[in-house]
């Protein structure tokens, strides 16, 4: 993961100003509630979809939500979310979040 944000990040500087992801609202993953808020509320807290999914056996799965930036001669940001779903698409935890 961090190889490929790497070789992006490069990438985009190469670029000039460039994006990668779908920007999101960080600031409001505390009004995410383990048991209650369903994915579908989760994007529209969030603002926005996320970049993928990784599923497990039981039908529960990893949504990640990412987005990178580089502007031209600037350093690069960026944010990842890695929240927890069960199989009914109920937001169980807070795997991670680094920005």
Not at 44 to 70: K, M, N, V
Not at 81 to 95: E, G, I, N, P, Q
């Amino acid at each position: 993961m961090l190889k490929a944000l790497a070789v992006a990040v490069a990438l985009l500087g190469a670029a000039g100003c460039a994006s990668m992801g779908q920007n999101f609202d960080a600031s409001k993953r505390d009004q995410l509630v383990p048991g209650l808020t369903t994915e579908s509320a989760a994007i529209r807290i969030l603002g926005a979809e996320p970049t993928s999914r990784t599923y497990q056996a039981d039908g529960s799965y990893q949504a990640e939500w990412s987005f990178l930036t580089s502007p031209f001669f600037s350093k690069a940001q960026s944010k990842i979310l890695l929240l927890d779903f069960d199989k009914d698409r109920t937001f169980v935890r807070l795997f991670s979040y680094t920005e």
